[in-house]
């Protein structure tokens, strides 16, 4: 078993539309958790990081955490064809700023 | 430019030859972090440094790599002879010390080895 695992997709969905992303992790331990987008040939891009149980809104990203079920997600309203990339989940330890483990991505597409 | 910053982007070395990968880390910031993307793979985790420390290198290969961040100057990441496989683009991420933040780490651009 990964220790994240995401769906490598491609998610395809319609502009305007609702892109969701999803993401578990194996380590009951972790408790920081980020989403990074990465554009082809780019760095990734931190979008939303996650800490408390339930959701953080930020703009037109919302990030959905759930411990007990080692589940987080990240939903984009309004999807634009801007946001068509890889989106990285990746799961820390707060407390040691300590490494980041990734999943492989789940690579978006939002078509015209 | 606030951000982190890496050099070169892009180098080529010859097998056997040594890489050596240079990271500035966001100004505040005191922990470095380099991480490794093959092609078509995920990010993995090579090592986590702070000033002249060394704190998890967990994901270094044992053999051929080598990774310091000295009181002065960059974070240099170090390939010693160079294989084909080495080819990938490496990462370097920095974050602020801890009890002050969140330890959200944010990535430079980027160095993308070839070796041929």
């Known amino acids: 078993q990964k220790e994240v695992e995401q769906n490598s997709g491609p998610l395809s969905v319609p502009e305007g539309a609702i892109a969701s992303l999803n993401c578990t992790y194996s380590?009951?331990?972790?408790?920081?958790f980020f989403w990074y987008r990465q554009y082809s040939g780019k760095s990734p891009e931190l979008i939303m990081s996650?800490?408390?149980?339930g959701d953080k809104e930020d703009g037109r990203f919302t990030a959905q955490l759930n411990k007990a079920s080692q589940y987080v997600s990240l939903l984009i309203r309004d999807s634009q064809p801007s946001d068509s990339a890889t989106y990285l989940c990746?799961?820390?330890?707060?407390?040691?700023?300590?490494?980041?483990?990734f999943g492989t991505g789940t690579r978006l597409q939002v078509t015209l | 430019n606030a951000g982190v910053m890496q050099n070169p982007r892009h180098l080529v070395r010859r097998r056997g030859q040594e890489a050596r990968l240079r990271c500035s880390p966001m100004k505040g910031h005191s922990h470095v972090y380099w991480y490794r993307q093959l092609p078509e793979e995920g990010l993995k985790f090579m090592v986590y440094l702070q000033k002249e420390n060394i704190i998890d290198e967990s994901g270094m290969p044992k053999e051929r790599f080598s990774a310091e961040f000295p009181k002065e100057g960059p974070s240099i990441l170090r390939i010693q002879q160079v294989v084909r496989g080495d080819s990938a683009a490496y990462f370097c991420?920095?974050?602020?010390?801890?009890?002050?933040?969140?330890?959200?780490?944010?990535f430079g651009p980027g160095t993308r080895l070839t070796v041929t």
């Open positions: 991420a920095s974050s602020t010390t801890p009890g002050t933040g969140p330890y959200e780490q944010y």
């Open positions: 380590d009951r331990v972790s408790q920081s």
């Open positions: 996650i800490y408390s149980n």
């Open positions: 990746a799961v820390g330890r707060v407390g040691t700023a300590s490494k980041l483990t």
